[in-house]
C-alpha cells in the first residue's frame, strides 16, 4: 500500500495548501515519516511523485534538514542540544549521561527499539540548557536525574 492509498485524504488536505505541488513537499515527508517511521527510498519516491519533483531533489530536502530521519528510528526520538552555547552550560557532559543511561551512543538506537539519542544544532532554547526535544517535544533544563526519570516513564517502568 503506496502513502497515497494510505493517507488521501491527507495528502489532498496538504495539496491545497500550497499554491504548487513543489512548495508542498516538506509537509508531505512529514507525511510518510509518520506513517513509515523516516523518510525511505520509497517514501522520497512517493513524494517526489506526489510533488512532480526529482526524487534526488526529494533526498536533498531530507538530507538537509536534521528533522526527517533516513534511517528507522525508535519510538521516541531523543534529540539533545549540543552547540556552543548548550555546550558552554555542560551539554556534553550531559548527552555522555544519555548515552551511559540508554546504553547507546548518539547517533543510535537501543535494542529493543524504544529510543533513538541524537544530537542536534541549536533548537532556539539555549537560554534553557541542556535541552532536547522528545518526539518534537521540549525538555527544558534536563539534570541527569531528570533525564532518567523521563526515560523510564516513557519506558512505562515506573
Ligand atoms: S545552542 Fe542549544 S538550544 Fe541553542
Same mark, same amino acid.
Given at each position: ?43 522520497? +519516491?512517493? #513524494?517526489?511523485?506526489?510533488? =512532480?519533483? /526529482?526524487?534526488?531533489? $526529494?533526498?536533498? %530536502?531530507?538530507?538537509? &534538514? ?51 539519542? +541524537?544530537? #542536534?544544532?541549536?533548537?532556539? =532554547?539555549? /537560554?534553557?540548557?541542556? $535541552?532536547?526535544? %522528545?518526539?518534537?517535544? &521540549? ?20
Amino acid at each position: 500500500m503506496t502513502l497515497k492509498d494510505k493517507r488521501s485524504a491527507d495528502i489532498e488536505i496538504i495539496l491545497s495548501k500550497y499554491p504548487t505541488k513543489r512548495s508542498a513537499v516538506m509537509p508531505l515527508l512529514y507525511l510518510a515519516q509518520e506513517e513509515y517511521g523516516y523518510c525511505s527510498d520509497e517514501a522520497i +519516491r512517493e #513524494v517526489a511523485d506526489l510533488t =512532480a519533483l /526529482d526524487p534526488t531533489e $526529494v533526498k536533498s %530536502v531530507v538530507g538537509f &534538514y536534521t528533522m526527517f530521519f533516513e534511517e528507522k528510528t525508535g519510538q521516541y526520538v531523543i534529540e539533545v542540544c549540543d552547540d556552543l552555547p548548550c555546550a558552554l552550560k555542560g551539554a556534553d557532559a550531559f548527552v555522555h549521561h544519555c548515552e551511559r543511561k540508554l546504553g547507546v551512543r548518539a547517533g543510535q538506537t537501543t535494542p529493543d527499539g524504544k529510543f533513538t539519542l +541524537r544530537t #542536534v544544532m541549536c533548537i532556539a =532554547a539555549c /537560554d534553557r540548557a541542556p $535541552v532536547a526535544q %522528545v518526539n518534537r517535544e &521540549y525538555r527544558y533544563s534536563l539534570t541527569p536525574d531528570g533525564f532518567d526519570k523521563m526515560v523510564d516513564e516513557l519506558k512505562g517502568t515506573v
